[in-house]
C-alpha cells in the first residue's frame, strides 16, 4: 500500500502515522521529497482501511498495490485447490464436474427419478432446492426440511453427492447432518454472519456471486468463509443483473479466467440461473467449459412446464443428456474430462 501526504505535512503528524501502521504490525518505508512525502506500508495490510486513512486531513492519497483478500489470492498460493465433496474432487486439473437436479424438490418419487436419469447421462452430484429464496412471498418457498429428506434419499438410491441452499444459520446443523455441499445463494453472498457461520464448519461451501456484485466484492465474500476458518469454498458464477432483457441474467463467462488468474479457488457455471432459457443453457455450457471452468450447475426437469419453480429454465432429461455428449467434446479439446 503506498500512502501520499500532503505537501508541508506537519512533522509530528508524519511520525503520528507512522506510530499508528507500525503498532499495526506493518512496516513502513518513508520516502521524503520536496513536495510530498510518501509512505510504503509493507506487510499484512487486509486489515487497513482505505477510507480510515483518507480521512486524515494530511493524506493526499491511498493506493491499494495488492487485493485486499489474503487467502483466497494467488498470489500467496499458487497452486489450484482441489475440494473435495464425498469423494468428488473439483478444481485443478481434475474431471470437469457437472451437477444437476431441479430447481426445487417436489417430492420423493420426483427427486429420485431425475437423481437416476442424471446420474445415466453422466452428471456427478445432484442439486436440488429444498428451502428456496423467492422474489415473491406468495411463491413456493419449498419443502424445507421434507425436501433435505428428499435428498438425502435420492442420494442413497443413487450414491451422487448433494448439492442444496442453505438461507439462514439456524439450519446449519440440519445442513451439516444431511448435505454434502451446502450452496449460499445470490441474495446471500453478502449476508456476513451466515458467511461467518458456514466458515466455522467443516463443509465444502458453494458460493454463488450477487445479482450485482464485482468480482473484488464476490471474492471478499469467500475471503469471509476462509477467514473464519473454512478453506473449502468453490466458487459459482449464475449471472449478474444488467440492462439486457433477452436473459433473465447476463452470464459473465468473462470471470473464469479472472477468478483462475486472481485466485486458486474452483469455479463453478450456473448457465440456467444466468440465462433463464432452457434453449440458450446448451450453448452457455459449452462455452463455459471451454473457458475453464471446474464445475457445471443445471437445471433439469422431467415435466418443466408443470415444475414448482423455474420450468422455464430447465432441461429435459433427454436435452441434459445430449448437452452432456457435446461437453464431453468439448472437454476433450481443451484437455479435460466430465
Given amino acids: 500500500m503506498i500512502i501520499t501526504l500532503k505537501k508541508n505535512a506537519p512533522k509530528?503528524?508524519?511520525?503520528k502515522l507512522i506510530k499508528q501502521f507500525e503498532n499495526q504490525g506493518l512496516k513502513v518505508n518513508l520516502i521524503t521529497g520536496e513536495n510530498y512525502n510518501v509512505f510504503g506500508l509493507v506487510g499484512d495490510t487486509a486489515k487497513v482501511d482505505e477510507r480510515r486513512i483518507q480521512a486524515n486531513e494530511w493524506v493526499e492519497n491511498v493506493q491499494r498495490i495488492a487485493a485486499p483478500y489474503k487467502l483466497?489470492?494467488?498470489m500467496f498460493h499458487p497452486e489450484d485447490s482441489i475440494i473435495d465433496v464425498r469423494g468428488i474432487k473439483i478444481g485443478g486439473n481434475e474431471p470437469i464436474v457437472?451437477?444437476?437436479?431441479?430447481?426445487s424438490v417436489e417430492g420423493k418419487t420426483m427427486i429420485e427419478n431425475i437423481a437416476q436419469e442424471v446420474k445415466e447421462a453422466g452428471a456427478k452430484m445432484l442439486r436440488g432446492g429444498a428451502y428456496k429464496p423467492r422474489t415473491s412471498p406468495y411463491a413456493f418457498q419449498g419443502m424445507q426440511s421434507e425436501g433435505i429428506k428428499c435428498l438425502v434419499n435420492a442420494r442413497n438410491k443413487t450414491s451422487l453427492p448433494i448439492v442444496t441452499e442453505l438461507m439462514s444459520a439456524d439450519k446449519i446443523?440440519?445442513?451439516?447432518?444431511?448435505v454434502d455441499l451446502i450452496q449460499i445463494g445470490a441474495r446471500n453472498m453478502q449476508n456476513f454472519d451466515l458467511l461467518?457461520?458456514?466458515?466455522?464448519?467443516?463443509?465444502?461451501?458453494l458460493l454463488k456471486r450477487g445479482l450485482s456484485a464485482t468480482i473484488e466484492e464476490w471474492i471478499m465474500s469467500a475471503e469471509y468463509i476462509m477467514a473464519s476458518g473454512n478453506p473449502n469454498v468453490i466458487l459459482c458464477e449464475r449471472g449478474i443483473r444488467t440492462f439486457?432483457?433477452?436473459?433473465r441474467n447476463t452470464l459473465d463467462v468473462s470471470v473464469i479466467p479472472i477468478i483462475k488468474e486472481k485466485t486458486h479457488l474452483p469455479i463453478v457455471i450456473d448457465p440456467s440461473h444466468a440465462t433463464g432459457d432452457w434453449k440458450l443453457v446448451e450453448?452457455?455450457?459449452?462455452?463455459?467449459?471451454?473457458?475453464?471452468a471446474d464445475g457445471l450447475i443445471i437445471e433439469v426437469h422431467d415435466q418443466p412446464d408443470c415444475a414448482w419453480s423455474d420450468g422455464a429454465q430447465?432441461?429435459?432429461?433427454?436435452?441434459?443428456?445430449?448437452l452432456m455428449k457435446k461437453a464431453k467434446a468439448v472437454a476433450n479439446a481443451i484437455g479435460r474430462e466430465i
Fill in 72 to 74: 483466497a489470492n494467488r
Fill in 196 to 205: 461467518k457461520a458456514v466458515g466455522k464448519i467443516n463443509k465444502p461451501i
Fill in 12 to 15: 509530528h503528524e508524519v511520525e
Fill in 98 to 103: 457437472v451437477m444437476a437436479g431441479p430447481c
Fill in 173 to 178: 446443523d440440519e445442513f451439516v447432518e444431511n
Fill in 244 to 247: 439486457e432483457k433477452y436473459t
Fill in 283 to 292: 450453448a452457455m455450457s459449452l462455452a463455459a467449459i471451454a473457458a475453464g
Fill in 314 to 322: 430447465s432441461l429435459k432429461p433427454e436435452k441434459f443428456a445430449r
